[in-house]
């Protein structure tokens, strides 16, 4: 079930039947991860999503990371959640779509710096080796 929710990760009945898996499996807090996203929550689904938000100490950016929600945000936005849920439940679904518009810059800096670095010594390398061959054959 995590290989399909990985592939396809805008089905959110998918995350619904891997929650239901984890609660006949007697754990509730793992449910309630998969079924934290859910428009229409049973009692059941609503206790299980506050196991979850206990086990992650009702942190905002530790439950968006715990989601591990890879899909398509639109599909977020639309959700009516329910007013009873913890008004966490709000600030999670916003850091998650916060997250989706963030780049990632000093990363991808620090990777192309090391490429044209590489590429650059190679380069040289190759010119000194070229010169050497070219001065010593003749």
């Known amino acids: 079930m995590h290989g399909l929710i990985s592939a396809y990760p ?6 619904k039947m891997l929650g239901d898996i984890y609660f006949q499996l007697k754990y509730p807090a793992m449910a309630g991860r998969y079924w934290y996203l859910e428009k229409i929550k049973t009692p059941q ?13 009702h942190d905002m950016n530790k ?13 977020l936005e639309g959700l009516d959640v329910d007013p009873e849920l913890l008004s966490s439940q709000y600030k ?12 990632i810059g000093p990363t991808y800096k620090l990777i192309i710096f090391g490429c044209l670095s590489v590429i650059l010594s190679i380069i040289i390398f190759a010119s000194v080796g070229v010169y050497t061959f070219f001065k010593w054959m003749f």
Request: proline share 2%.
């Open 10 to 15: 805008n089905e959110l009945e998918l995350r």
């Open 63 to 75: 439950i968006a990371q715990a989601l591990k929600y890879k899909g398509d945000i639109e599909l």
């Open 45 to 57: 689904m609503k206790k299980a999503c506050m196991e979850f938000e206990n086990s992650m100490g």
């Open 92 to 103: 999670v679904k916003d850091k998650l779509v916060e997250e989706q518009d963030v780049p």
